[in-house]
């Protein structure tokens, strides 16, 4: 486990970034794990991060791609609701890079 | 003594041996799936209810609401936290655990 | 995965017939239960004996410090596993009815749950 100091104040993550405490995520959090990532945040990204966060608190798990893109095309429309537009977004995959900067774990079943 | 029982008592028999073996004006604390035995409506319960006429019966409210079974409490149980746990357990000279 | 083999859909049931949180047995299934998932199979899921707590109402885990992982099952749906089974008498006898469930469910008798375990290619029990 190691630790990142984010605007004064040290987080806890896993050997892969991951936040090892759900709690600590805010918006300055996200912004670096974004900038770790190499992905310049938009709204299109933050709608995405968001709707992930929704997801969790929901259901508590982060969700596989598949049923990402079925939930966010329900919600968003279909024109956002699709592997290419999220992978736009997020080229090396939405569930590593989306879910970690929405401060998730990695999502079940994700290799 | 302080009998602790912490086993489902539609999965194992722990809590079966505890009412049989548990002296008159012993207490009997149940924790984590053990709880389910205090629930209305099971067999357990009914043995538990009869069990009271002799035994202080408590149960670990934590267990029971991570449960989903705080509203469903059998009459006449007492709920306690870990430190209520903490202190049946100083209270009594022997512990006897049903694992 | 040889050419023969693949696509082939089998009958999965995953036979749970644990409570939650005192042992680790409900969440482990869960988790197969999700990865399962990728595979497309026709997977079914069997609340029997004390499995059927797994799936009750109001669970608040804060005070045992364990996750809370009941609105998972809620989860499923959107994963397409929407056979969930309950047996009727297991839920009585805890004194439980369908309304006490946070997911939608088909509630069988003991004999239909038999026969419906007698249909599946694979039960992986839990």
Known sequence: M???NIAGKDIEVDEE????????WNEDVAAYLAQEEKVEMTENHWEVVNFLREYYSEYQIAPAIRVLTKAIAKKLGADKGNNKYLYELFPYGPAKQACKIAGLPKPTGCI | MLHIVNKSPSERNAFDSCLRLATKGSAVLLIEDAVYAA??????????QAAMADLKVYVLAPD????GMAGRVLEGVNL?????FVDLA????TCQSWL | MDEASEGVVKKFMFLNRKAPYGTIYALESL????????FD???????VDDGVYQIVKGQHTKGIDQKNFSPTYRALEGYDIEKLYVEKEGLEARGLTEDDLLVDVTVLSAAEMANLMAEQDVVISF
Do not use: P
């Open chain 1, 2 to 4: 190691a630790t990142v």
């Open chain 1, 17 to 24: 970034g991951y936040l090892i405490n759900l709690g600590d």
């Open chain 2, 39 to 48: 629930t209305k409506g099971t067999a357990a319960a009914a043995q538990l």
């Open chain 2, 64 to 67: 029971m609401e991570a449960r």
């Open chain 2, 80 to 84: 306690v936290d870990y430190g209520g």
């Open chain 2, 90 to 93: 100083a209270e009594h000279n």
């Open chain 3, 31 to 38: 988790e197969v239960v999700l990865i399962s998932a990728a």
């Open chain 3, 41 to 47: 199979q026709d997977v079914s899921l069997a609340f």
